[in-house]
T-cell receptor, first 112, second 115 residues
Framework: QKEVEQNSGPLSVPEGAIASLNCTYS??????FFWYRQYSGKSPELIMS????GDKEDGRFTAQLNKASQYVSLLIRDSQPSDSATYLC????????????FGTGTRLTVIP | GAVVSQHPSWVICKSGTSVKIECRSLDFQATTMFWYRQFPKQSLMLMAT?????????EQGVEKDKFLINHASLTLSTLTVTSAHPEDSSFYIC???????????FGPGTRLTVL
């Protein structure tokens, strides 16, 4: 079983819609969760981090964490064509862990 | 804040030569730096983790004698690809993390092409 799993997509949504990206993880003791965005040919950039159950909002982005169900999601409201990218979910599996575990990413396309 | 730079952004070299890539944290002290490799349309692959002042820890299958990593200061880590071959052509990305934090910030990447 992979440590961090994402649907590879592609996920297509029309401009202005809500894009929902999901991620599940295997280690119930995981503490920290991150969403990165990676444009084609570029390196990942941090969008959000979340540490507690519930929702965390930052502009058009909302991260949702449910530790009991071991999933974390990212909602993008009012999707724009510029949001078209691959979104990577990353999980810190345990306190003091030296590394993040990355999912393979979900490719999102926002259709004008 | 949390800016990471990489140099060069791209490099083309002949087979058999060595290439050095620098990764710098510009506005924070990076106690840990990570080196990733990414082939086209594939996910990130962690190559090694380096802590300042100590030897790097390489992931399984990564040749430590081929990919030399030095993390001599809290703001600089280098990756040297020795005796590069065409199959080493890839996108190399570093990331950095400050002490006590678990967020990794990525550099812009270095695209290596070996002819």
């Amino acid at each position: 079983q992979k440590e961090v799993e994402q649907n590879s997509g592609p996920l297509s949504v029309p401009e202005g819609a809500i894009a929902s990206l999901n991620c599940t993880y295997s280690d119930r003791g995981s503490q920290s969760f991150f969403w990165y965005r990676q444009y084609s040919g570029k390196s990942p950039e941090l969008i959000m981090s979340i540490y507690s159950n519930g929702d965390k909002e930052d502009g058009r982005f909302t991260a949702q964490l449910n530790k009991a169900s071991q999933y974390v999601s990212l909602l993008i409201r009012d999707s724009q064509p510029s949001d078209s990218a691959t979104y990577l979910c990353a999980v810190n599996m345990s306190p003091g862990a030296n590394n993040l575990f990355f999912g393979t990413g979900t490719r999102l396309t926002v259709i004008p | 804040g949390a800016v990471v730079s990489q140099h060069p952004s791209w490099v083309i070299c002949k087979s058999g030569t060595s290439v050095k890539i620098e990764c710098r944290s510009l506005d924070f002290q990076a106690t840990t730096m990570f080196w990733y490799r990414q082939f086209p349309k594939q996910s990130l692959m962690l190559m090694a983790t380096s802590n300042e002042g100590s030897k790097a820890t390489y992931e399984q299958g990564v040749e430590k004698d081929k990919f030399l990593i030095n993390h001599a200061s809290l703001t600089l880590s280098t990756l040297t690809v020795t005796s590069a071959h065409p199959e080493d052509s890839s996108f190399y990305i570093c990331s950095a993390r400050g002490q006590g934090y678990d967020t990794q910030y990525f550099g812009p990447g270095t695209r290596l092409t070996v002819l």
